[in-house]
């Protein structure tokens, strides 16, 4: 039999829980460079690609060889921006976390192998390796309803408390929620990013009243085993 999660089912305009891990759960992100290279892989396959002016840059007499590289290489990656909306993420050590919407039934497998592949590349080149680095494929579940939607987006913004299980005070489970690379600032609504989505989720909560706001909310949340026991990482 399987193991849980390894069937995915795809549907149009479906929200999933994406995640993997490290094989034998080594750890995939060593540095600050490893977390910015996923995201900005990430950022040029979620931010639109604005073909015509790539195409006019390219035909510019006054550029150098080294920039129409650059360029050229930019038009052949993909682009998955009409096609798929990231909602919440996390980046852990050995293993990561996407909160996805995709628009059609291959949408997230054909961006998750773009960037699988590739940070993979990365990844054993900087470090002189060879081989897997991911424990098996990713694992895609489907979420089912408003309810589960809301409940991961704060599963996925806790993770980094389990590297902090000492900071209990507000202030102190705050920062350590902020340790790690993820989408919790833009909920928090001191940065923006133009290549994720908050509309889907903030509606849910009031922005001018403390007590009913995300920040709020993430800070007593409590996981509810019965709600998204089956869309969480085993």
Same mark, same amino acid.
């Given at each position: 039999?399987?193991?849980?999660?390894?069937?995915?089912?795809?549907? =149009?305009? /479906?929200?999933?829980?994406?995640?993997?891990?490290?094989?034998? &759960?080594?750890?995939?992100?060593?540095?600050?460079?490893?977390?910015?290279?996923?995201?900005?892989?990430?950022?040029?396959?979620?931010?639109?690609?604005?073909?015509?002016?790539?195409?006019?840059?390219?035909?510019?007499?006054?550029?150098?060889?080294?920039?129409?590289?650059?360029?050229?290489?930019?038009?052949?990656?993909?682009?998955?921006?009409?096609?798929?909306?990231?909602?919440?993420?996390?980046?852990?050590?050995?293993?990561?976390?996407?909160?996805?919407?995709?628009?059609?039934?291959?949408?997230? =497998?054909?961006?998750?192998?773009?960037?699988?592949?590739?940070?993979?590349?990365?990844?054993?080149? &900087?470090?002189?390796?060879? /081989?897997?680095?991911?424990?098996?494929?990713?694992?895609?579940?489907?979420?089912?309803?408003?309810?589960?939607?809301?409940?991961?987006?704060?599963?996925?913004?806790?993770?980094?408390?389990?590297?902090?299980?000492?900071?209990?005070?507000?202030?102190?489970?705050?920062?350590?929620?902020?340790?790690?690379?993820?989408?919790?600032?833009?909920?928090?609504?001191?940065?923006?990013?133009?290549?994720?989505?908050?509309?889907?989720?903030?509606?849910?909560?009031?922005?001018?009243?403390?007590?009913?706001?995300?920040?709020?909310?993430?800070?007593?949340?409590?996981?509810? /085993?019965?709600?998204?026991?089956?869309?969480?990482?085993?």
């Amino acid at each position: 039999m399987p193991p849980r999660n390894a069937r995915k089912q795809y549907v =149009d305009n /479906g929200y999933y829980h994406i995640y993997n891990r490290g094989v034998e &759960k080594r750890t995939i992100f060593q540095d600050e460079q490893d977390y910015g290279v996923f995201l900005s892989y990430l950022k040029v396959y979620l931010t639109p690609k604005n073909t015509n002016n790539l195409q006019e840059q390219l035909s510019n007499p006054k550029i150098n060889w080294n920039e129409k590289s650059k360029i050229i290489k930019h038009l052949r990656l993909n682009n998955f921006s009409a096609e798929v909306k990231l909602l919440a993420y996390c980046l852990m050590p050995n293993h990561f976390h996407l909160l996805i919407k995709q628009k059609t039934p291959d949408s997230i =497998d054909r961006i998750m192998n773009s960037l699988g592949t590739r940070y993979v590349m990365y990844f054993n080149k &900087k470090y002189d390796r060879v /081989g897997h680095l991911y424990q098996g494929v990713y694992k895609a579940v489907l979420v089912d309803s408003d309810e589960q939607l809301i409940h991961l987006s704060a599963y996925i913004h806790k993770n980094p408390a389990e590297l902090h299980p000492s900071n209990t005070l507000k202030g102190q489970a705050l920062k350590s929620l902020t340790s790690q690379p993820s989408s919790l600032p833009e909920y928090l609504g001191v940065r923006k990013t133009e290549w994720l989505s908050t509309k889907e989720i903030l509606p849910y909560f009031s922005k001018t009243h403390s007590n009913a706001s995300y920040k709020q909310y993430l800070l007593g949340y409590k996981e509810p /085993g019965t709600i998204i026991r089956e869309i969480v990482i085993d």
